[in-house]
C-alpha cells in the first residue's frame, strides 16, 4: 500500500514562531488532507488540498502531487496549536476511499 | 449543522464482552467510515459504507469486528468478545462524496 511519511516526528516551537511540516508520499492520490488532533483527541480539518496552495488565516497549505509531498505552514504560531498533525492520502482508481495517515508531527507551542 | 457524533464517548469492557459502537453522520452524507486509533499512532482504516453498502472492509482486524449501516444513516461498530489488544479509539468519518471526510469525537475503548 501507499507509504505515508511525515517530519519531524516532534516539534517545540516559542509562541509567535512560524514552522514547517512536511508529508511525503509514495504513489499518486486523488485526497490529501491535513488534520490537528486536538489533546482531547478530535480530529479537525485544516485542508483538502489535493494539489495547489491553500490559505486559511495563520495557516497555509502547499501540495506538489507531481514530487509526491505537501507542505503546512504555521505562522505566528499559538498556544492553542499544540496537538498532533496528521497527513492523510486516499489512492485514485481504486474503489478504496479509505484514507492512509502518516504517524503524525506532535507541536507544542510554549508561552 | 451538527458534526459527526459517536457514542458511548468511553466504554470500558471486560475481556470476552461484547461492544456496540455508534456513529451518527452528518445528515445527507453519502459516505461512511470507521478508522482504529491506538495511543500514539494514526487512524488505521477499518470500513466503509456509501450508503447502506459495505463497499469495503479490508481493515477489519478479525471476524469479531463487524459493522453495519442499515438504512443508509447510523452506523454501529460491534466487537464480540473484547480483548485486551481491541484497546483503542473508535473514529467514525462521514463524507459527501467524493470529497473531505469529517471525523466525529470518537469512542474511548478499554478492554480490561
Known amino acids: 500500500g501507499i507509504q505515508v511519511e511525515q517530519s519531524p516526528p516532534d516539534l517545540i516551537l516559542q509562541e509567535g514562531a512560524n514552522s514547517t511540516l512536511r508529508c511525503n508520499f509514495s504513489?499518486?492520490?486523488?485526497?490529501l488532507q491535513w488534520f490537528h488532533q486536538n489533546p482531547w483527541g478530535q480530529l479537525i480539518n485544516l485542508f483538502y488540498?489535493?494539489?495547489g496552495t491553500k490559505q486559511n488565516g495563520r495557516l497555509s497549505a502547499t501540495t506538489v502531487a507531481t514530487e509526491r509531498y505537501s507542505l503546512l505552514y504555521i505562522s505566528s504560531s499559538q498556544t492553542t496549536d499544540s496537538g498532533v498533525y496528521f497527513c492523510?492520502?486516499?489512492?485514485?482508481?481504486?474503489?478504496?476511499?479509505?484514507?492512509?495517515f502518516g504517524s503524525g508531527t506532535r507541536l507544542q507551542v510554549q508561552p | 449543522g451538527a458534526g459527526v457524533s459517536q457514542s458511548p464517548r468511553y466504554k470500558v469492557a471486560k475481556r470476552g464482552q461484547d461492544v456496540a459502537l455508534r456513529c451518527d453522520p452528518i445528515?445527507?452524507?453519502?459516505?461512511l467510515f470507521w478508522y482504529q486509533q491506538a495511543l500514539g499512532q494514526g487512524p488505521e482504516f477499518l470500513t466503509y459504507?456509501?450508503?447502506?453498502?459495505?463497499?469495503?472492509k479490508s481493515g477489519l482486524p478479525s471476524d469479531r469486528f463487524f459493522a453495519e449501516r442499515p438504512e443508509g444513516s447510523v452506523s454501529t461498530l460491534k466487537i464480540q468478545r473484547t480483548q485486551q489488544e481491541d484497546s483503542a479509539v473508535y473514529l467514525c468519518?462521514?463524507?459527501?462524496?467524493?470529497?473531505?471526510?469529517?471525523f466525529g469525537p470518537g469512542t474511548r475503548l478499554l478492554v480490561l
Open positions: 468519518a462521514s463524507s459527501p462524496f467524493p470529497e473531505t471526510q469529517y
Open positions: 504513489d499518486s492520490v486523488n485526497n
Open positions: 488540498i489535493p494539489s
Open positions: 492523510a492520502v486516499e489512492r485514485p482508481d481504486t474503489g478504496r476511499r479509505a484514507l492512509t
Open positions: 445528515s445527507g452524507h453519502v459516505s
Open positions: 459504507f456509501q450508503n447502506e453498502a459495505q463497499l469495503d
